[in-house]
């Protein structure tokens, strides 16, 4: 699968032009030090969306040791983790991948939020199972099927309180959409979307709108990365091309996207040069300001030249954009690091890299600040051959 902090100083800024639109870089620890969450892997397919922050609390989806499908809670902002939520044995073998996490509005409590997670056994099922903290009771629902499925999910919560799930069917490799209108209500019957096998990432803004990015492989014309949009009041699902591979790029799959609203959203994802015998992966940022309409496309420059997956990008109220990644190898040598741009990739800050060397799932806290939930491992899917000792564990760090 896929000690201290490293800690960067901000960039000091002079009075110049140019300077003055660098970012600063972020200083992470410091206030919530870097800190284990518990033994097991975030391994992500899509998106890095594996953790949520609910005020002070903090809330993290991973497979455990065996695979298991876990939940742990921090309730001090990170400072100190609970024990671990296991929410169901597979009778596979206790395994599961794809695990996602995700908070709704509680519909009965005002104030209260329903933890929401769904994993795929290894089966081939879709699972779902959400959490409540009541004056009735604190518990985790049995679990249900939501579908048959393969491998990516995507779950997200709206602000209304609505629950949506993409996911790929196994029975013909096609994408699917369901939802459900709270945490508690059933989920609908997956309804086919008008795109096919794909790597994707799914975000929803605060008026309920849907935004998802994808690459879908073609044998003939490449991979190409898209943006879908779906408004809260409609059913249909509009599409743009945002890049397209050619004779000089390859788009690959690993994509994750972030809403700051209708018009300006942001989509990290990763390509690698043809003309280049040698080439490996680099991460990109896709941004638009209208909509959609038109997009521009910049490399993550401080490793312009150094292999990158699997980002994981947020967005804040001032329009900073970060984005961590897994860079430089799989195993020992990875790393986890974080850039910021505040003019759509023009400028970025300087790397800053945490705790682990596999894989990054990022979130913001309520101060915009952001989060972010790492895997440290020298070895690769762990999770999925359930060996006994030296497992790989989770770790949490927070920007200052």
């Given at each position: 699968?896929?000690?201290i902090?490293?800690?960067?100083a901000?960039?000091?800024?002079?009075a110049?032009?140019?300077?003055?639109?660098?970012?600063?870089?972020?200083?992470?620890?410091?206030?919530?030090?870097?800190?284990?969450v518990?033994?097991?892997?975030?391994?992500?397919?899509?998106?890095?969306?594996?953790?949520?922050?609910?005020?002070?609390?903090?809330?993290?989806?991973?497979?455990?040791?065996?695979?298991?499908?876990?939940?742990i809670?921090?309730?001090?902002?990170?400072?100190?983790?609970?024990?671990?939520?296991?929410?169901?044995?597979?009778?596979?073998?206790?395994?599961?991948?794809?695990?996602?996490?995700?908070?709704?509005?509680?519909?009965?409590?005002?104030?209260?939020?329903?933890?929401?997670?769904?994993?795929?056994?290894?089966?081939?099922?879709?699972?779902?199972?959400?959490?409540?903290?009541?004056?009735?009771?604190?518990?985790?629902?049995?679990?249900?099927?939501?579908?048959?499925?393969?491998?990516?999910?995507?779950?997200?919560?709206?602000?209304?309180g609505?629950?949506?799930?993409?996911?790929?069917?196994?029975?013909?490799?096609?994408?699917?959409?369901?939802?459900a209108?709270?945490?508690?209500?059933?989920?609908?019957?997956?309804?086919?979307?008008?795109?096919?096998?794909?790597?994707?990432?799914?975000?929803?803004?605060?008026?309920n709108?849907?935004?998802?990015?994808?690459?879908?492989?073609?044998?003939?014309?490449?991979?190409?990365?898209?943006?879908h949009?779906?408004?809260?009041?409609?059913?249909?699902?509009s599409?743009?091309?945002?890049a397209?591979?050619?004779?000089?790029?390859?788009?690959?799959?690993n994509?994750?996207?972030?809403?700051?609203?209708?018009?300006?959203?942001?989509?990290?994802?990763?390509?690698y040069?043809?003309?280049?015998?040698?080439?490996?992966?680099?991460?990109?940022?896709?941004?638009?300001?209208?909509?959609?309409?038109?997009w521009?496309?910049?490399?993550?420059?401080p490793?312009?030249?150094?292999?990158?997956?699997?980002?994981?990008?947020?967005?804040?109220?001032?329009?900073?954009?970060?984005?961590?990644?897994h860079?430089?190898?799989?195993?020992?040598?990875?790393?986890?690091?974080?850039?910021?741009?505040?003019?759509?990739?023009?400028?970025?800050?300087?790397?800053?890299?945490?705790?682990?060397?596999?894989?990054?799932s990022?979130?913001?806290?309520?101060?915009?600040?952001v989060?972010?939930?790492?895997?440290?491992?020298?070895?690769i899917?762990?999770?999925?051959?359930?060996?006994?000792?030296?497992?790989?564990?989770l770790?949490?760090?927070?920007?200052?």
């Amino acid at each position: 699968m896929k000690k201290i902090l490293v800690l960067a100083a901000g960039l000091v800024l002079s009075a110049s032009v140019v300077m003055a639109a660098t970012p600063v870089a972020p200083v992470m620890s410091m206030t919530v030090k870097s800190t284990k969450v518990a033994n097991g892997s975030n391994w992500s397919n899509d998106g890095g969306r594996e953790m949520v922050v609910d005020g002070s609390n903090i809330y993290a989806a991973f497979h455990g040791p065996y695979g298991e499908p876990s939940v742990i809670r921090s309730t001090d902002g990170g400072l100190t983790w609970g024990l671990p939520a296991v929410l169901a044995n597979d009778p596979a073998g206790n395994a599961s991948y794809s695990i996602r996490i995700a908070v709704a509005k509680d519909p009965l409590y005002a104030g209260k939020k329903i933890v929401c997670a769904t994993w795929v056994t290894l089966d081939g099922s879709l699972m779902y199972s959400y959490f409540v903290d009541r004056p009735t009771g604190t518990t985790w629902s049995t679990p249900v099927v939501i579908a048959n499925t393969w491998d990516t999910v995507n779950l997200a919560a709206a602000p209304n309180g609505s629950l949506h799930v993409l996911f790929i069917s196994s029975s013909d490799g096609k994408n699917y959409y369901s939802t459900a209108a709270s945490a508690e209500a059933p989920f609908s019957t997956p309804k086919e979307l008008p795109w096919s096998e794909s790597n994707q990432s799914l975000a929803i803004d605060s008026n309920n709108n849907l935004y998802v990015t994808e690459t879908h492989y073609d044998s003939v014309l490449g991979n190409t990365l898209y943006y879908h949009n779906k408004p809260a009041s409609s059913s249909s699902w509009s599409t743009v091309a945002v890049a397209k591979s050619d004779a000089i790029y390859e788009i690959n799959d690993n994509v994750s996207i972030a809403v700051y609203d209708t018009s300006n959203i942001y989509i990290a994802f990763k390509k690698y040069p043809l003309n280049d015998a040698n080439a490996e992966y680099h991460v990109w940022l896709a941004s638009t300001s209208n909509g959609g309409r038109s997009w521009s496309q910049k490399i993550v420059t401080p490793n312009a030249t150094v292999y990158g997956t699997h980002p994981s990008i947020t967005v804040n109220s001032s329009k900073v954009v970060t984005i961590a990644a897994h860079y430089v190898t799989y195993g020992a040598e990875g790393r986890i690091t974080l850039n910021k741009t505040s003019d759509n990739g023009a400028t970025w800050s300087a790397n800053v890299s945490v705790i682990g060397n596999n894989q990054a799932s990022t979130a913001l806290d309520s101060a915009g600040k952001v989060c972010v939930l790492s895997n440290l491992d020298d070895r690769i899917d762990t999770f999925r051959n359930g060996s006994l000792g030296s497992s790989p564990a989770l770790y949490f760090s927070r920007e200052k």
